[in-house]
């Protein structure tokens, strides 16, 4: 069973921000390169997100500007603040390691963001 839980999606209208959250129970995620990926509906999985192990955060180009990537090590936690949203955001957010370790997934957070 994967040890990942995400929180924090819901639907927002055009321009509206959330705060995602993902607490990983099973490993530390201040050693590992860390991820945010969005599987939209009808399509695969793909990293909108990452975050090394230094704290260098990358960003897919389509939500340059918009998102960030933070990680409290204390609590064990990755966030990914979404700002701006549009509906091209809406999909299942899912946090993992960079390359994702052969463990599963979590439940993912849903987003939908309405025009």
């Known amino acids: 069973q994967v040890q990942v839980v995400e929180s924090g999606g819901g639907l927002v209208q055009a321009g509206g921000s959330l705060r995602l959250s993902c607490i990983d129970t099973?490993?530390?995620?201040?050693?590992?390169?860390m991820g945010w990926y969005r599987q939209a509906p009808g399509k695969q999985r793909e990293p909108v997100a990452s975050?090394?192990?230094?704290?260098?955060?990358d960003y897919a180009d389509s939500v340059k500007g918009r998102f960030t990537i933070s990680r409290d090590n204390a609590k064990n936690t990755v966030y990914l603040e979404m700002n701006n949203l549009k509906p091209e955001d809406t999909g299942d957010y899912y946090c993992?390691?960079?390359?994702?370790?052969?463990?599963?997934w979590g439940q993912g957070t849903q987003v939908t963001v309405s025009s």
């Open positions: 993992n390691t960079v390359p994702p370790l052969v463990r599963g």
């Open positions: 099973e490993i530390p995620v201040s050693s590992y390169n």
């Open positions: 975050i090394t192990r230094g704290g260098n955060p």
